[in-house]
């Protein structure tokens, strides 16, 4: 089921340099932004955890998951996915020409980041947290480790293979609730009586 025949339309007035003579067009409201209902999002058993592959496709998950194709719709709102360009994981190739084109120098450090530390056998910092070139671990009893032993560098194309690699985790709404998640779309979609509003589905545009 196409995502844009949910989509309702707006009614805009066409013209070059004169509205007088200007044409009025439905056009499809691609502004509408859809708010996952929290009775769907947050039941964690409606949803199964799923890892991208390289050569994945929307439509390809789609058609695995559901059957069909045309719930690819229903993957990219349920993860927030805006552009498959930006959003969407990138094969090998196309990530190490993108890191090329992004960066005169991919090896360059990025960022620094925190180093685990533990204290009496508990961890007291954890890895990965963000930090200056400075910084320095002060341990509880107040000594300073040096700045190797604080963070470590991480690269321009170390960065970028971690984001990519956390675009490859999304979530599947299970089949057996896509009947409901379809409803909610339908009921979200729908345009509330307002002085632009002429019936449900179509109101008029402020162009």
């Known amino acids: 089921m196409a995502y844009f025949d949910k989509v309702p339309n707006l009614l805009y007035l066409k013209y070059t340099s004169n509205p007088f003579d200007g044409q009025w067009i ?7 932004r859809i708010k996952i209902a929290d009775d769907v999002k947050g039941n964690v058993t409606a949803f199964e955890d799923y890892f991208i592959e390289d050569g994945d496709r929307p439509d390809s998950i789609s058609f695995e998951m559901y059957d069909d194709p045309g719930y690819d719709w229903t993957i990219l709102l349920m993860n927030n996915i805006v552009s498959l360009h930006k959003d969407w994981p990138k094969a090998k190739a196309a990530l190490d020409a993108f890191v090329s084109y992004k960066y005169q120098n991919p ?8 180093l685990k530390q533990e204290h009496s056998g508990k961890t007291v910092l954890e890895a990965g947290i963000k930090v200056d070139e400075s910084y320095q671990y002060v341990t ?52 509330t009586p307002s002085t632009e509003f002429i019936r449900q589905g179509l109101k008029v545009s402020n162009n």
Do not use: C, W
């Open 26 to 32: 439905e056009i499809k409201n691609i502004f509408s």
């Open 107 to 114: 090896e360059e450090v990025h960022h620094y980041e925190t």
């Open 140 to 191: 509880p009893a107040g000594l300073s480790l040096t700045k190797a032993q604080s963070r470590v560098s991480v690269s321009n194309y170390s960065y970028e293979i971690d984001l990519n690699e956390k675009r490859r985790e999304i979530v599947l709404l299970k089949p057996e609730f896509i009947p409901q998640f379809n409803q909610i779309v339908k009921d979200q979609m729908k345009y």
